[in-house]
């Protein structure tokens, strides 16, 4: 936790030396479906869940910016096994994806983004029997996040904006795991405020 601490406030002391002009910060909620898989493409099925956080975003020109998410959410997985018997295992998270941002289309309102992302596992637990299961899983999580949004002005430095997002893990979530590596993938429906 003061990892995360650390790096939220030299953030957020870098982006006020910056210019107000090249910066904006939002606010964040979604819409969540996650998953697991392993080397084998073999799925488990999905958990939805809402998540929400705040972002910054600094841009390099008209048409690059690069984004700085802060995100709590749940991940994890549907109808999954513990102890032989069949739960959801959901997963608290603050995921944090640094993005390289292009915007297109009619006054730069389209954008699309790439980038790397790093999760930290607050914890972990098979909800149908209220059991605590971090011990199994890495603290941390890592992958590639990508996706597609709008953004749309409705005021004086006020705009509201959609976009779809995916985060697909590389890093393999089980501790100390003897078969196929076991990645988080998520896809999320997003809606923000950006000031």
Known sequence: MKKITLFILLFVNLCTAQSKDNLEFGIITALS?????????????????????????????????????????RKGYAEG??????????????SVPVTANFYFGNNNNWYINLGPYIGFMIAAKATSF????TRL????????AGGIGYKLPIGENLDVFAEIDNQTGLSDILIDNPGSAVRNNRLSFNLGIIF
């Open 137 to 144: 899983f890495n603290s941390t999580d890592f992958g590639i």
């Open 33 to 73: 479906i996650s998953n697991v898989s392993d080397s084998y493409n073999q799925r488990t099925k999905s958990l939805v869940e809402f998540s929400g956080g705040a972002f910054g975003n600094y841009y390099l020109s008209d048409q690059w910016s690069l984004k700085l998410k802060a995100i709590y959410e």
């Open 130 to 133: 209220n059991v605590d299961v």
């Open 81 to 94: 096994l513990y102890e032989n018997r069949e739960t959801d295992v959901a997963f608290n998270m603050i």
